[in-house]
């Protein structure tokens, strides 16, 4: 049981250019989060997806795209990425009824040159 | 609206010592609130959660916190700590919809032996 997995877990950018993070949870879960981390302000809401088929936004979404391929996977997509998206990103599931129980990944972490 | 304040951003204690990391909350409605830890590099790992049941709260670790709806506080609080407890814990108050959540910035804990 993997719980949440994410590639890569690094990845170094030029500004411009796009890449898709992957996130894959084995625990049968409705609801998956991406949040961004950044130094000194926690973690902010990208996107979340409540359950297959639904994608919704979060506290910061500008500059980026989401995808609830399936029930266990949920990317997020920057197709133009910019210096200030230079950040810690985690991905999260949880389960309906069970608020605020969520599972993180171990992170990937983004730099744009 | 809703949101969280961490009153210190770094908290040092002396192992075999008391641990208290404090939590100011603000919310148009009645929450759900957690406290997650976060080890160096890793990801998040849920350490306790109020739900409306029991104000005082354990978790995992030997952790406890206490709501308090008067002084709208959940201040985490562990009677003596240990090296192990060295890392970031971020306080976390739920959305009204229970799919988005707000995290505090972060309380660094170091353990000194």
């Known amino acids: 049981n993997a719980g949440v997995t994410q590639t890569p877990k690094f990845q170094v950018l030029k500004t411009g250019q796009s890449m898709t993070l992957q996130c894959a949870q084995d625990?049968?879960?409705?609801?998956m989060y991406w949040y961004r981390q950044d130094p000194g302000m926690g973690l902010r809401l990208i996107y979340y997806?409540?359950?297959?088929?639904?994608?919704d936004k979060g506290e910061v979404p500008n500059g980026y795209n989401v995808s609830r391929l399936n029930k266990r996977e949920f990317s997020l997509r920057l197709e133009s990425a910019a210096p200030s998206q230079t950040s810690v990103y985690f991905c999260?599931?949880?389960?309906?009824?069970?608020?605020?129980?969520?599972?993180f990944g171990p992170g990937t972490r983004l730099t744009v040159t | 609206a809703q949101s969280v304040t961490q009153l210190d951003s770094h908290v040092s204690v002396s192992e075999g010592t008391p641990v208290l990391l404090r939590c100011n909350y603000s919310?148009?409605?009645?929450?759900?609130l957690f406290w997650y830890v976060q080890h160096p590099n890793k990801g998040l790992q849920l350490l306790l959660k109020?739900?409306?049941?029991?104000?005082l709260v354990k978790g995992i670790n030997g952790f406890e916190a206490e709501f308090k709806k008067s002084e709208t506080s959940f201040h985490l609080t562990k009677p003596s700590a240990h090296m192990s407890d060295a890392a970031e814990y971020f306080c976390?108050?739920?959305?009204?919809?229970?799919?988005?959540?707000?995290f505090g910035t972060g309380t660094s804990l170091t353990v000194i032996p």
């Open positions: 999260a599931s949880s389960e309906w009824g069970v608020v605020g129980e969520q599972y």
């Open positions: 625990m049968n879960h409705n609801s």
């Open positions: 997806s409540a359950s297959e088929g639904t994608t």
């Open positions: 919310s148009s409605y009645s929450p759900s």
């Open positions: 109020y739900t409306s049941a029991a104000t």
């Open positions: 976390v108050v739920s959305g009204i919809t229970g799919n988005q959540f707000y």
